[in-house]
């Protein structure tokens, strides 16, 4: 069993930045691989980013690229998405998620994790 929880979320400006985290708890919690999803208002849930258990691989959403970085710190058992460049379309409630395994062309799909958190909100202004 594998508990997260994010925190980091608020109201910002379009260009400003956010750094989003989810702490994990539970003894196997750093042997998982995690994955940011978002999910705005009337839309259903998109992949942001996924993380391997090591921090080794990573994988982005295209519309993300170059503005969003996960990494992870397995001492403090936390994985974080630092949200650079942000825009009014970036607004969503974050996910993060878990899953064992890192397979690229399974981590964009939430159904392929087993773990999820409350979620937190970004919200970003015009």
């Known amino acids: 069993q594998v508990n997260l929880v994010e925190s980091g979320g608020g109201l910002v400006q379009a260009g400003g930045s956010l750094r989003l985290s989810c702490a994990a708890s539970?003894?196997?919690?750093?042997?998982?691989?995690m994955g940011w999803f978002r999910q705005a208002p009337g839309k259903e849930r998109e992949f942001v980013s996924a993380i391997s258990w090591d921090g080794v691989n990573t994988y982005s959403a295209d519309s993300v690229k170059g503005r969003f970085t996960t990494s992870r710190d397995n001492a403090k058992n936390t994985i974080y998405l630092q949200m650079n460049s942000l825009k009014p379309e970036d607004t969503a409630v974050y996910y993060c998620?878990?899953?064992?395994?890192?397979?690229?062309?399974?981590?964009?799909?939430?159904?392929?994790?087993?773990?999820w958190g409350q979620g937190t909100q970004v919200s970003v202004s015009s």
């Open positions: 539970g003894r196997t919690a750093r042997m998982y691989s």
């Open positions: 998620a878990a899953r064992s395994g890192f397979r690229k062309e399974e981590m964009s799909y939430s159904n392929q994790y087993s773990y």
